[in-house]
């Protein structure tokens, strides 16, 4: 069992910047592959991006790819975004995950329970 808690969403200017924290617990972090996901209102959640156990391989959705950085700290036990440049289309609960496939195709069964990101225009 992994517990997930994220935080640092909250309301930006497209153009901004946010960082978003994911402080997992239990079961040992490094163990496993970590994910962001997101979800705006009326669609269905998506992958964000992906890093593997060690932090030394990322993949990202397209759409976020050259705006936001994914890391992590095993030592804090703690998965990061450091998302740049936002637009108004990156408005959505975003969430965390443990052991998602690399491409994020299949997520893992463990999420936390999301942080709002809102970006005004």
């Known amino acids: 069992q992994v517990q997930l808690v994220e935080s640092g969403g909250g309301l930006v200017q497209a153009g901004g910047s946010l960082r978003l924290s994911c402080a997992a617990s239990g079961r040992t972090f490094s163990r496993y592959a970590m994910g962001w996901f997101r979800q705006a209102p009326g669609k269905e959640r998506e992958f964000v991006a992906t890093?593997?156990?060690?932090?030394?391989?990322?993949y990202y959705a397209d759409s976020v790819k050259g705006r936001f950085t994914i890391s992590r700290d095993n030592t804090k036990a703690t998965l990061y975004l450091q998302m740049n440049s936002l637009k108004p289309e990156d408005t959505a609960v975003y969430y965390c995950?443990?052991?998602?496939?690399?491409?994020?195709?299949?997520?893992?069964?463990?999420w936390g329970q999301g942080t709002q990101v809102t970006v005004s225009s």
């Open positions: 890093i593997n156990w060690s932090g030394g391989s990322t």
């Open positions: 995950n443990a052991d998602p496939s690399r491409d994020g195709t299949r997520p893992g069964a463990y």
